[in-house]
């Protein structure tokens, strides 16, 4: 079945300092990927996306490349602030699963000014 | 962006009574919902899916007796936990597909804490 693995938190950085987290994924077909963000307390908010391989997300200053060869859609953030502190999930929908979405465990993020 | 309405946003109840929470899609029509739940510092687990106008799918080992699932129209699905119990204390979650948006994005509601005495 399909599976979303990434890095083990917590990520503790200093602000401005470079931010990557890994999500690998195992899925048959041709899966779409997503990174979503929680906030404390609050739901999810989907934070980019990308629907086909070497597809680039974006979206405040975040970014992820559709790997298909390596199966990655690695996180990264060139100069993070204290409020990007939160947890970020990895997820995908599969081909055929009708719009479910599979979350990698999450990874908290913590930035320190 | 699609916004979805999830409510209350917390509840507190005694063992054995029964609880609703509520989700809706504000500005667009959501011919599919899903119901999550999370603990604490772990990911989400998709409980069921919940499709307008026909029975809520569940997910293997969710008991669909007790986590009861209506889809009345094509802003709302609630969830009702039936006789709730402590370790039905937990973070609830839903989101809401939009229909005609390329990707399969789900928009997510900003949660319901449940705590259970």
């Known amino acids: 079945g399909n599976s979303v693995t990434q890095m083990e938190g917590p990520v503790t950085l200093s602000e401005e300092a470079f931010l990557t987290i890994n999500c690998t994924y195992t899925?048959?077909?041709?899966?779409?990927l997503f990174w979503y963000v929680q906030y404390p307390g609050e739901g999810l908010q989907l934070l980019l996306k990308?629907?086909?391989?070497?597809d680039k997300g974006s979206n405040k200053g975040f970014e992820a490349t559709y790997r298909k060869e390596t199966t990655s859609f690695h996180l990264e953030k060139g100069s993070v602030q204290v409020s990007d502190s939160a947890v970020y999930f990895c997820?995908?929908?599969?081909?055929?699963?009708?719009?479910?979405?599979?979350f990698g465990a999450g990874t908290q993020v913590v930035v320190t000014p | 962006g699609a916004v979805v309405s999830q409510h209350p946003s917390r509840v507190i109840c005694k063992s054995g009574t029964s609880v609703k929470i509520e989700c809706r899609s504000l500005?667009?029509?959501?011919?599919?919902m899903f119901w999550y739940r999370q603990f604490p510092k772990q990911s989400l687990m998709l409980m069921a899916t919940?499709?307008?106008?026909?029975?809520?799918?569940?997910e293997q080992g969710v008991e669909k007796d007790k986590f009861l699932i209506n889809h009345a129209s094509l802003t709302l699905s609630t969830l009702t936990v039936t006789s709730a119990h402590p370790e039905d204390s937990s973070f609830y979650i839903c989101?809401?597909?939009?229909?005609?948006?390329?990707?399969?994005?789900?928009?997510f509601g900003a949660g319901t804490r449940l705590s259970v005495l």
């Open positions: 989101s809401a597909r939009a229909p005609g948006l390329a990707g399969n994005i789900q928009y």
């Open positions: 899925a048959t077909g041709y899966p779409s």
């Open positions: 990308a629907t086909k391989a070497d």
């Open positions: 997820a995908l929908s599969g081909s055929y699963s009708w719009g479910k979405l599979q």
């Open positions: 500005d667009f029509q959501a011919t599919t």
């Open positions: 919940s499709n307008e106008g026909s029975k809520a799918t569940y």
